[in-house]
């Protein structure tokens, strides 16, 4: 199952398909009870979604049994026992994804030419994904991060490692004595080598990053470096040869310390938008603002969610599974406002007590 969303990802799952492409979509949960009805549900809404497609005129023979049978797939691929908050299913002619999402989602399925990825979009946000580079004289690791967890990355060049087959007997004397060892230039031009490939993974997909090393690893970081001069550094030496959980402990503590500073950040710009009336506040009024791309910079708190109808000129609640009901209103809303260049910021529940969980502060 998926998990890391990079623009080009998002891109190509954005491009038209040969219709139908499905987009299956229910809520999974991590935990006992709630989790023992996941493998029903997600079988009857697949079930549905095959039910559509025998209903649309629109669907050949042969192509509803080719959707049926990558449906079919993509259902043996789901692993039910590390399922997080939601599950997305793309399926279409050749093709299939399965997509794991720390955020829920509402269960439907739509028939479209295109996959519907806002969920996917919003999750993404919501995780507020980061990198970690692992260094040490031999090896460099890079790893996805997010809310909960981190996981090794190998494309981009990573890992890199370095053999020190050819140190003559001194050098290899010295291996221990760190200043030493990173003050050697062949090592030097190895970190020079993680810095470029780091420059090149950001280039792509540009995130926080954070740098775990040796001080004397870091220091000559900051000496030979580019793009890990403006990382946050983190003292703690074998992480490059470490485990996805050593690396996550290792960085928990200090990228929470930097979503607390974010979040007063955030607290900081909103207030300061009110004093501008460059400030929206509520659903339906940041809903209109994100419509017509006005909003900079948006704030959610994490788990809020909400139900409604638009009744042509707002937006007004409405209860799960109504007509025309829009049940990832706050997806779309963020969906839009990254579309139009929009930061988007997720903060603690109660932190927009004040604006009902959602505002924004605007452009104009």
């Known amino acids: 199952m998926e998990h890391a969303l990079s623009p080009a990802t998002l891109t190509e799952l954005r491009r038209p398909r040969p219709y ?39 669907v050949s023979r042969d192509r509803r049994a080719d959707v049926e049978r990558q449906l079919d797939q993509a259902l043996a691929e789901v692993d039910l026992t590390h399922t997080e908050d939601g599950l997305v299913i793309f399926a279409a002619p050749g093709e299939h994804q399965v997509w794991s999402l720390a955020r829920p989602v509402p269960e439907r399925v739509v028939l479209a ?109 900051d000496e030979i ?19 996805h959980e050593a690396v996550w ?11 607390r500073k974010s979040s007063d950040e955030v607290a900081r710009e909103l207030e300061s938008a009110r004093g ?27 788990n809020y969610r909400a139900t409604v109808r638009d009744d042509g000129e707002h937006l007004v609640p409405a209860e799960s599974g109504d007509l025309d009901a829009r049940e990832d209103i706050v997806d779309e809303i963020v969906e839009q406002c990254l579309e139009t260049g929009a930061e988007v910021r997720f903060v603690p529940d109660g932190t927009l007590r004040d604006a009902a969980g959602i505002a924004g502060v605007l452009r104009y």
């Not at 999974?28 to 493998?39: G, L, M, S, W, Y």
């Not at 339906?284 to 708190?301: F, H, K």
């Open 20 to 58: 139908p492409a499905v987009s299956v979509l229910t809520p999974t949960h991590r935990r006992e009870p709630e989790k023992a009805q996941d493998p029903v549900r997600l079988r009857n809404v697949v079930a549905a979604a095959k039910k559509q497609l025998e209903s649309d005129p629109a």
């Open 113 to 221: 030419d295109t996959f519907l990825t806002r969920n996917l979009v919003s999750a993404q946000a919501a995780e507020r994904p980061f990198w970690v580079l692992s260094v040490s004289a031999d090896r460099v690791s890079l790893w996805n991060g997010g809310t909960d967890r981190v996981a090794e990355v190998r494309a981009g060049g990573f890992p890199l490692n370095r053999s020190f087959d050819n140190f003559d007997a001194e050098r290899q004397e010295r291996i221990g004595d760190l200043p030493s060892t990173f003050r050697d230039e062949g090592i030097r031009h190895f970190l020079r080598d993680a810095d470029t490939a780091m420059s090149a993974v950001l280039k792509d997909d540009a995130r926080p990053l954070y740098i775990t090393g040796e001080q004397a690893a870091l220091s000559a970081l």
């Open 225 to 243: 470096g580019t793009v890990t001069k403006e990382a946050v550094h983190i003292a703690h030496g074998g992480l490059a040869h470490g485990t």
């Open 249 to 259: 402990q290792a960085v928990r503590p200090i990228v929470a310390a930097q979503d």
């Open 276 to 302: 501008r009336r460059a400030f929206a506040a509520g659903l339906d009024e940041v809903w209109q603002n994100a419509r017509e791309a006005r909003v900079r910079l948006l704030a959610v708190e994490e």
